[in-house]
């Protein structure tokens, strides 16, 4: 970045210093701007050091295959269930993958409800709509049929009927919410992702819009993580070309910052009890082959399912990738893409997004995580360049004569290179946002810790500014 551009950045936070809010959520944004925002990492040597000394490895019961939507009605009779909330959203009310979901459960005479009122990109109001449904329901079963966002409505939806005493910040982390564990059990969930994306179907985790913060938050507990989830590739086929484009950037960057997170042994604090160790405990060996293996796919696979809707092997793959990057960043977490992502998302202007048929304001979660993605990795890329240069590698770059020293800058232009190819707009310019808008979004993105703090690389207020900075034009 220009020093004129940096000294501008600057001058707006310290602006922003003067006359920012005091509360919990914010009280620690804008303090020097360079402060790091979070501690640096003493290794003392595992389960005798305050760093953790184990993972755990959670996931979905996963069936794959065309046409597996027709078994549905099945499964919910094995569960015993006799009144279940099918969650999803109106314009899924008119596709094929809801008739084949209502084709099983009438066949299989499953006594259903219906609640199709999900926000594409959900807030708490959405959240709280669902939810008082649900706890008037008395539902023993829940089905989800849609994308992440239908997905993660129908997590919290039943996490909070099994927890009818509960207010919806009570599970969200800290600091915006009170970060209480999650400790009751819920009611079976199945879940029928029909975008190749959020890999939703295989974690425990629930994100939304908190409107009065306008801040990005999530709920992260593997009790909610749905209790089967059904892989059908025939629903991918219905998918517009962008929201393929930009779920297939999802995929990618779950991939990429999972693979390329703090390790889980030198994650911190270590738990004083397995109930609380989080969800996202950093990268692991077992994470690596499941996000290294949706970035192969990505790699061979992305550019066929964008621009050809018919190619059913293309986006069939995509689909397992989704999955198989959910499994990863599941266990291991994200780190800086998603989490400016949250602040991108939550303070959007004006942009529409193509191929979105909603009537209000949204940048895709797949766009907004992209967007910063060659930044932050040309940033990370000092802190484990093998891994960089791996991932590289597997996205087409010949490595053979570079340099651990280039590793980051090697995968920002790959990245950059791809972004061009799948007509991604041209950086956050062109969701409307310009630099003035960075102090906002740095503020915006400070609550992130749970993701922030497992990049391998810590960040000061200076450093986040930049990297969005950089993000203003990609290429």
Same mark, same amino acid.
């Given at each position: 970045?220009?020093?004129?551009?940096?000294?501008?950045?600057?001058?707006?936070?310290?602006?922003?210093?003067?006359?920012?809010?005091?509360?919990?959520?914010?009280?620690? &944004?804008?303090?020097?701007?360079?402060?790091?925002? @979070?501690?640096?990492?003493?290794?003392?040597?595992?389960?005798?050091?305050?760093?953790?000394?184990?993972?755990?490895?959670?996931?979905?019961?996963?069936?794959?295959?065309?046409?597996?939507?027709?078994? !549905?009605?099945?499964?919910?009779?094995?569960?015993?269930?006799?009144?279940?909330?099918?969650?999803?959203?109106?314009?899924?009310?008119?596709?094929?993958?809801?008739?084949? &979901?209502?084709?099983?459960?009438?066949?299989?005479?499953?006594?259903?409800?219906?609640?199709?009122? &999900?926000?594409?990109?959900?807030?708490?109001?959405?959240?709280?709509?669902?939810?008082?449904?649900?706890?008037?329901?008395?539902?023993?079963?829940?089905?989800?049929?849609?994308?992440?966002?239908?997905?993660?409505?129908?997590?919290?939806?039943?996490?909070?009927?099994?927890?009818?005493?509960?207010?919806?910040?009570?599970?969200?982390?800290?600091?915006?919410?009170?970060?209480?564990?999650?400790?009751?059990?819920?009611?079976?969930?199945?879940?029928?992702?029909?975008?190749?994306?959020?890999?939703?179907?295989?974690?425990?985790?629930?994100?939304?819009?908190?409107?009065?913060?306008?801040?990005?938050?999530?709920?992260?507990?593997?009790?909610?993580?749905?209790?089967?989830?059904?892989?059908?590739?025939?629903?991918?086929?219905?998918?517009?070309?962008?929201?393929?484009?930009?779920?297939?950037?999802? !995929?990618?960057?779950?991939?990429?910052?999972?693979?390329?997170?703090?390790?889980?042994?030198?994650?911190?604090?270590?738990?004083?009890?397995?109930?609380?160790?989080?969800?996202? *405990?950093?990268?692991?060996?077992?994470?690596?082959?499941?996000?290294? =293996?949706?970035? @192969?796919?990505?790699?061979?696979?992305?550019? @066929?399912?964008?621009?050809?809707?018919?190619?059913?092997?293309?986006?069939?793959?995509?689909?397992?990738?989704?999955?198989?990057?959910?499994?990863?960043?599941?266990?291991?977490?994200?780190?800086?893409?998603?989490?400016?992502?949250?602040?991108?998302?939550?303070?959007?202007?004006?942009?529409?997004?193509?191929?979105?048929? !909603?009537?209000?304001?949204?940048?895709?979660?797949?766009?907004?995580? &992209?967007?910063?993605?060659?930044?932050?990795?040309?940033?990370?890329?000092?802190?484990?360049?093998?891994?960089?240069?791996?991932?590289?590698?597997?996205?087409?770059?010949?490595?053979?004569?570079?340099?651990?020293?280039?590793?980051? *800058?090697?995968?920002?232009?790959?990245?950059?290179?791809?972004?061009?190819?799948?007509?991604?707009?041209?950086?956050?310019?062109?969701?409307?946002?310009?630099?003035?808008?960075?102090?906002?979004?740095?503020?915006?993105?400070?609550? *992130?810790?749970?993701?922030?703090?497992?990049?391998?690389?810590?960040?000061? =207020?200076?450093?986040?500014?930049?990297?969005?900075?950089?993000?203003?034009?990609?290429?």
């Amino acid at each position: 970045m220009a020093s004129s551009g940096r000294e501008r950045v600057l001058s707006l936070l310290k602006a922003v210093a003067q006359n920012s809010c005091r509360c919990p959520a914010h009280s620690q &944004v804008f303090s020097t701007g360079t402060a790091s925002l @979070r501690p640096a990492r003493h290794w003392e040597g595992g389960a005798h050091g305050n760093t953790d000394n184990a993972f755990e490895m959670a996931c979905s019961t996963v069936r794959y295959g065309p046409g597996v939507t027709s078994e !549905v009605g099945m499964d919910l009779n094995s569960l015993h269930a006799k009144n279940v909330l099918v969650v999803t959203d109106k314009k899924l009310m008119k596709l094929p993958a809801m008739a084949a &979901v209502l084709e099983s459960l009438t066949k299989h005479k499953v006594n259903y409800t219906i609640y199709d009122n &999900v926000r594409i990109e959900p807030t708490d109001s959405s959240f709280k709509d669902a939810i008082e449904v649900a706890r008037k329901g008395q539902f023993d079963a829940y089905l989800a049929v849609g994308g992440g966002s239908v997905i993660d409505t129908c997590k919290a939806a039943n996490l909070f009927a099994s927890n009818p005493d509960a207010e919806l910040l009570d599970f969200v982390g800290k600091p915006i919410g009170k970060g209480i564990p999650v400790t009751g059990s819920v009611k079976p969930l199945i879940a029928v992702p029909t975008t190749a994306g959020t890999g939703s179907e295989t974690t425990g985790v629930a994100i939304f819009d908190y409107e009065p913060l306008k801040a990005k938050v999530g709920i992260g507990s593997r009790t909610i993580r749905p209790y089967l989830g059904l892989v059908d590739p025939l629903h991918t086929l219905t998918m517009p070309e962008r929201v393929t484009a930009n779920t297939a950037f999802d !995929v990618l960057c779950h991939a990429l910052e999972s693979y390329t997170a703090v390790p889980y042994n030198e994650r911190q604090p270590r738990p004083s009890s397995p109930m609380e160790r989080p969800a996202y *405990q950093g990268r692991n060996p077992i994470s690596d082959i499941w996000s290294l =293996e949706a970035l @192969r796919i990505f790699a061979k696979y992305a550019k @066929r399912a964008v621009f050809d809707a018919e190619d059913l092997e293309a986006r069939s793959n995509m689909h397992l990738a989704s999955c198989f990057a959910g499994v990863g960043f599941g266990n291991a977490g994200v780190h800086l893409c998603h989490g400016l992502s949250y602040a991108i998302s939550s303070q959007v202007k004006s942009y529409t997004a193509k191929d979105y048929d !909603v009537p209000y304001s949204i940048v895709p979660h797949g766009l907004s995580v &992209v967007m910063t993605a060659p930044a932050v990795f040309e940033f990370t890329g000092p802190m484990c360049p093998e891994r960089h240069l791996k991932a590289a590698a597997i996205l087409g770059v010949d490595i053979s004569n570079i340099s651990s020293a280039d590793a980051g *800058q090697i995968l920002a232009e790959q990245l950059r290179e791809i972004m061009l190819k799948f007509k991604v707009d041209n950086g956050l310019k062109k969701l409307g946002f310009l630099n003035e808008d960075i102090p906002a979004l740095v503020k915006a993105a400070i609550p *992130q810790q749970r993701v922030l703090g497992l990049a391998p690389r810590p960040q000061t =207020e200076e450093d986040l500014a930049i990297i969005l900075e950089e993000s203003m034009v990609v290429f």
